[in-house]
């Protein structure tokens, strides 16, 4: 096998094991808005996704869009939880969203 395709085939597994662990939570805002969360694969924090487009992890800049390659499992892992019925979907407030994903989200981006 060579070595492009274990790569990617690990990385598919790795999005898989993400989505069906429930860690990837659409959230919708007080109706206002819905974002799309993958949790880090340490739990500590969050990044924010634009299905099939973006993922504010450095993984996927530095893959994505500096080297022009492929995307990163926190993206894959979504792809393949909203095809699968697997994305936890999470209704609360403003004042929730801050409490709960806010300070993970911050720490996804500058990490």
Same mark, same amino acid.
């Given at each position: 096998?060579?070595?492009?395709?274990?790569?990617?085939?690990?990385?598919?597994?790795?999005?898989?094991?993400?989505?069906?662990?429930?860690?990837?939570?659409?959230?919708?805002?007080?109706?206002?808005?819905?974002?799309?969360?993958?949790?880090?694969?340490?739990?500590?924090?969050?990044? !924010?996704?634009?299905? /099939?487009?973006?993922?504010?992890?450095?993984?996927? @800049?530095?893959?994505? &869009? #500096?080297?022009?390659?492929?995307?990163?499992?926190?993206?894959?892992?979504?792809?393949?939880?909203?095809?699968?019925?697997?994305?936890?979907?999470?209704? !609360?407030?403003?004042? /929730?969203?801050?409490?709960?994903?806010?300070?993970? @989200?911050?720490?996804? &981006? #500058?990490?």
């Amino acid at each position: 096998m060579k070595k492009n395709k274990i790569a990617k085939d690990l990385e598919l597994a790795r999005a898989k094991r993400a989505a069906v662990k429930g860690d990837v939570i659409k959230i919708n805002v007080e109706g206002k808005f819905t974002c799309w969360l993958v949790r880090s694969s340490k739990g500590d924090k969050f990044y !924010i996704i634009i299905p /099939e487009r973006f993922c504010s992890c450095s993984n996927f @800049i530095f893959r994505k &869009i #500096l080297k022009r390659g492929k995307i990163c499992y926190h993206l894959l892992a979504q792809m393949y939880a909203a095809e699968h019925g697997l994305e936890r979907e999470v209704k !609360i407030n403003w004042i /929730e969203f801050e409490e709960k994903y806010f300070r993970k @989200i911050v720490l996804g &981006i #500058l990490s």
